[in-house]
């Protein structure tokens, strides 16, 4: 059955078409504007939400030491930032990411305002694992970009010497920020198509290339630096110093192979690195007044000036009048050699030779050692210390600054001018980068250091003020120093010391040089003999061992042994207290590995079957010990 169809009145349909018409008319103009006129605006405003101009990663260089081994590498991080406007559409999902970023809610909110209208740090250089939570949560306007960061594979051992880098990876302190410009890297940019999850769909143009940055290799030997902060870190806080520091150099090539300060901090543990205290490079940012390690320089300079002659003696019984001023020694001597004048550290002595010798002598041995003058090692900001010019002493500052008073030095300064007496009479420009040739100037004749080697060798012995630096099989050869601390007012602390030993072994045959200085010890006994000089005992040992430098004894009576299988030429050097190097000369072989099991290999005689070494550093009690480094040693 056919419905009958019914049809619109005539009005009514012309209304529609009327209606629709003008709909169109409105439209069409708008249209045409958008498609044809404004179109260019329309691309640049999608462009803006998924072409984005992102960061081309490149790696900071690395440090290394002498030996290739990682001190500041770059590890895998992760950069998160946000689109605050996208991000706000999905506040529900912001406690999630909080709990993933390890930030309370209002703490993650305040990090997406503090940025622009579309760009908002809210971490950088945060561990991956942080970057891959995020990622779960898939939560559209934030983003994980990777980056790196600084590790330091020996944390706070090396932290004053290499520094710190800042959020944006520069250099901020140490070796760091000396060398930024040449460890810094380049970041490129490109303009990239991202998706709504900021990840890259495609790369439409490369803007600027990126540029890694050099790697930067030391010439720290890390078991020596490994060895020289532990020691001193104890010893500062057994003796409760305020700070303290530690330099080892080669005294041939001038290159340094340990820098250690203390307190320091871990730069790898957050927020461990607050204190600037704790990651400032004391041995070439602090100055001070070193005490009685002065005393050397004035002689040689006396003996090569030909002030005083070698063999000369020195009443020292009585105080020496100085300007009003009295010069008094700790402990009471008579008549002494210029050796023993060293090896009790008598003040009145020294003082006496300093004014037998003329100001500008003094001046020029001084300053001729390094002492006064800046080094040119990176460091931004290194101290010179402090040497006033030879026209301005009085007859006071005169007798005095034999005693290391009047004149401030770094703790680098003074291992770099003590070379000279190991060496036979050369200062060598010190070197911290590998690569760079030595720099000597002789500052003195050969026959004067050769004197002042023989006789700062009998410091370490018994009755020695440095007594405490003797290590078993070798001869040790060094000065303490002792010095009442500077207030900064013209007057000094009460009972507070710098406390110093610096030394050389072996000290028939040196090669290697360690200062150490400890500031602002206030207990009993604060002197350099007792405090700073076991530092040296210990780190020195284990830097000849690392070096393979031979004890004294391995010169002695020869034996051989049969090889047993799987024995090594290093693990019966070892044994017999000696030295690989040792081995092989006395061996004629050219290599540690040409030995074979069941053949014969000749080695140093045990004495006694028990111990091989002719020098042995003698036991001594503590309470021996505290006079002696007083200079209570005897006459």
Aim: glycine share 8%; aromatic share 8%; with cysteine.
């Amino acid at each position: 059955m056919n419905r009958p169809v019914k049809y619109l009145p005539a009005g009514r349909a012309r209304l529609v078409i009327v209606v629709l018409l003008l709909t169109f008319a409105v439209m069409l103009p708008r249209d045409i504007y958008l498609q044809l006129l404004d179109q260019s605006t329309l691309r640049q405003q999608g462009q803006m939400r998924y072409l984005r101009s992102v960061p081309l990663p490149a790696s900071r260089g690395i440090i290394t030491a002498r030996n290739g081994q990682p001190l500041a590498v770059n590890v895998h991080a992760v950069t998160i930032w946000a689109d605050p406007a996208i991000l706000e559409k999905h506040r529900a999902q912001w406690a999630a990411l909080s709990h993933a970023l390890h930030l309370s809610r209002a703490g993650f909110a305040r990090r997406v305002a503090s940025g622009g209208a579309d760009y908002a740090y809210i971490e950088r250089q945060v561990a991956p694992t942080i970057g891959a939570a995020l990622q779960k949560l898939q939560v559209p306007g934030i983003y994980v970009r990777n980056t790196s960061r600084t590790y330091y594979p020996l944390g706070a051992v090396t932290t004053p010497l290499l520094g710190l880098v800042d959020e944006s990876h520069q250099g901020a302190s140490g070796l760091e920020r000396g060398y930024n410009a040449w460890l810094r890297a380049r970041p490129g940019r490109e303009l990239a198509l991202v998706d709504g999850h900021g990840q890259i769909v495609h790369v439409a143009k490369v803007q600027r290339l990126a540029h890694f940055g050099h790697a930067l290799r030391l010439t720290i030997n890390p078991q020596m630096q490994y060895w020289a902060y532990i020691t001193l870190a104890r010893s500062l806080h057994h003796f409760h110093a305020k700070d303290g520091s530690a330099v080892i150099m080669n005294v041939h090539t001038g290159q340094i192979l340990a820098m250690a300060s203390a307190p320091s901090c871990n730069p790898n543990a957050l927020g461990s690195c607050t204190n600037p205290a704790d990651y400032t490079n004391n041995a070439v940012h602090q100055a001070f007044e070193p005490g009685s390690v002065m005393k050397p320089f004035v002689v040689a300079a006396a003996l090569a000036s030909h002030s005083v002659q070698p063999d000369a003696r020195f009443n020292v019984f009585h105080p020496l009048m100085v300007d009003g001023y009295a010069i008094t020694d700790d402990v009471r001597h008579h008549i002494l050699s210029i050796e023993k004048i060293l090896k009790y550290s008598s003040c009145i002595g020294a003082s006496k030779i300093a004014l037998k010798t003329p100001e500008q002598i003094i001046y020029h041995m001084y300053r001729s050692a390094g002492f006064g003058r800046k080094p040119d090692l990176g460091f931004v900001d290194a101290t010179a210390g402090v040497l006033p010019d030879w026209r301005n002493w009085s007859l006071a500052r005169h007798a005095t600054i034999a005693l290391g008073y009047g004149v401030s030095v770094t703790t680098l300064q003074l291992a770099d001018a003590y070379a000279a007496f190991a060496n036979g009479g050369y200062h060598l420009r010190p070197e911290l980068v590998m690569g760079q040739a030595p720099v000597a100037t002789r500052i003195m004749p050969a026959w004067v250091a050769r004197k002042l080697r023989v006789w700062l060798q009998s410091v370490a012995e018994p009755g020695g003020t440095g007594i405490l630096a003797a290590i078993d099989g070798y001869h040790v050869a060094g000065k303490t120093g002792t010095a009442d601390m500077a207030n900064g007012h013209g007057g000094f602390y009460g009972h507070t010391t710098n406390a110093t030993f610096v030394g050389f072994a072996p000290g028939n045959h040196p090669q290697l040089v360690m200062a150490v200085s400890l500031r602002g010890s206030h207990i009993q006994w604060n002197f350099g003999g007792i405090e700073a000089a076991p530092v040296f005992r210990v780190t020195m040992r284990h830097a000849l061992q690392e070096m393979d430098v031979a004890p004294a004894c391995q010169h002695g009576p020869i034996m051989r042994i049969t090889i047993q299988r799987g024995e090594n030429l290093a693990e019966i050097a070892r044994q017999y207290h000696s030295s690989v190097a040792h081995l092989m000369d006395i061996n004629q072989l050219r290599n540690p590995q040409d030995i074979d099991s069941g053949t014969l290999l000749k080695v140093p005689t045990p004495k006694g079957g028990k111990n091989i070494c002719r020098f042995a550093a003698p036991l001594v009690s503590r309470a021996q010990a505290e006079i002696w480094s007083e200079g209570g040693g005897g006459a």
